[in-house]
């Protein structure tokens, strides 16, 4: 079992940066890929990044590609989320999750933390 704590989030005005975590206590990221979800109201939950813990080159969703980087700092065993140039329609629950394998299929992914805000501001 995994579990997931995340931190960050918050209101921002259009155009401004925020910056996400997620930390697994007690066991590390090895062997996982951690990603970032979002879902807005109303609309189905949607893939915004992830990166395999052990290396590997990072995939983003078009609508994130340029503004937003997914890092991981492994001696914290923490993944980052930096969110740039952040817009209106970025306005979601943001929702880390792990797996063994890469996927942007939401429906495939066991481990969730439990979610945080970001609300961007016009």
């Known amino acids: 079992q995994v579990q997931l704590v995340q931190s960050g989030g918050g209101l921002v005005q259009a155009g401004g940066s925020l910056r996400l975590s997620c930390t697994s206590p007690g066991r590390t990221f090895t062997g996982y890929t951690v990603a970032w979800f979002r879902q807005a109201p109303g609309k189905e939950r949607e893939f915004v990044a992830h990166?395999?813990?052990?290396?590997?080159?990072?995939y983003y969703a078009d609508s994130v590609k340029g503004r937003f980087t997914i890092s991981t700092d492994n001696p914290k065993n923490t993944v980052y989320l930096q969110m740039n140039s952040l817009k209106p329609e970025d306005t979601a629950v943001y929702y880390c999750?792990?797996?063994?394998?890469?996927?942007?299929?939401?429906?495939?992914?066991?481990?969730w933390g439990p979610g945080t805000q970001v609300t961007v501001s016009s």
């Open positions: 990166i395999a813990r052990d290396g590997g080159s990072a």
């Open positions: 999750a792990a797996n063994g394998i890469r996927s942007s299929d939401y429906r495939v992914w066991p481990y």
